[in-house]
């Protein structure tokens, strides 16, 4: 039951006449979107189910050590996201990171990018040479169907480096099969890169690779990790006149004569509810639709239960910084274990670490409930330490303490029916709530890099204040995030 009615009050000098907006979701769209509304004029309330800002771009802590939640690289093309970045934190709040990433396969490491040099001295002339003929018979014969990420991988690399350096690693990132996931995912990771293009920029002069995405060697971080920009941009929506409503879920959207009206949340003292005019959405989407009142029909419904995600742990251990490694991450595409990448926090920053220490963060990939999800931080923790050791790459013994971080709802699954899920519930949207815009990465169940979903929440911002930008159409180009396009007048792009 509601306590109220509907109440918003604007900071003083606000005129009341001002169109209210509520976002949901204090993650990098959702505080990106209240930034750009407060910097307007138009200051907005946000609700946060959690206790933290940030999302999944949060930066954890325990006992002073600093964990990021799968590693966020500040690189990107869209000029108008980098300018954003650098206005909401000083220059020094900024280091420059060389990157350094490497596959682990078959007891060796291969460069990833892939260097020709490093590949063949590892795979062995043998093995080299039935790689170079199986991406030449691809070239002959390409998969038949490429809509998978199996055979949209395979076409640009060939069979066996598929196999090698893809299907392992992608398939514990997902939980299903290679041919079972949508080539979308593929595209936004590792667009326009190829064996070809591989090959040749192994054997080019090194230089600061910045044509592809998967090539970037250097990249800008946060000092005390990327939960700082977004603690720093928290700080300047309230100075901006803005609210930020923390553990305040949001249980029920109300909505009438094709518009949504109401925004009702649930706080310490009950329910909430916010009158709208503009809803902006960072929540999951299908949890958005569930929310609807009233209820959405059957089908629209059944779209929102057929969205699925993957969720995410991180075994943070702590060890000597002798112990680390030079990489900021490294991939395992071993399939004798579960972990499927293992971050060296201390090459990220040396702040987000102790001296002589570091944490090297093992990745798991899961589903809510299940048996890993559920297990007991001690026993997590034995479990990475077992696999550091069957890795040959951490004795236990040199492990002076654990943590384990839980992040729900990491990354929408592309499977073969979302985008037709997707499509249902956006055009059930479009018909009966147009003022509710979603934003982000769950919000609009896409891979959307951290950029990309402030980017969207940019645009949003700029609709509601009378632009007719397609926030639908941004990371959807397969060469969308490798060229630097000139910025339109009055466009982030």
Sequence with gaps: MDHGEPTH???AGVPASTPQTVVIGAGPAGLTAAYQLGKAGLPATVLEADDVVGGISRTAVRDGWRFDIGGHRFFTKVRAVSDLWHE???????LVRPRMSRIYYGGRFYDYPLRAGN?????????????VLSYLWVRVRPPRDQSSFEGWTAARFGWRLYRTFFKTYTEKVWGVPGDQLQADWAAQRIKNLSLFRAVLNSLLPRRNQKDITSLIEEFEYPRHGPGMMWERCHEKVAALGGDVRLEHPVVRIRHSDGRATTVVATGPDGEVPLPADHVISSMPLPHL???????VPDDVRAAADGLHFRDFITVALVVPEEDGFPDNWIYIHAPDVGVGRIQNFGRW???LVKDGRTCLGLEYFVNEGDER????????IATASREMATLGLLEPNRIEAGYVVRMPKAYPMYDATYQANVGVMRDWLAEHAPNVHPVGRNGMHRYNNQDHSMLTAMLVVENIQGAEHDVWQVNVEEDYHEEIRPRRPGSPH
């Design 9 to 11: 009050r604007y900071p």
């Design 88 to 94: 909401i934190l000083e220059e020094d709040d900024f």
């Design 119 to 131: 590949a063949l001295r590892n795979l062995g002339p043998i093995e080299a040479v039935r790689c």
């Design 289 to 295: 639709l569930k929310a609807m009142d009233p209820a």
């Design 349 to 351: 920053s040396p702040f």
């Design 373 to 380: 999800w559920n297990a007991a931080d001690e026993d997590l």
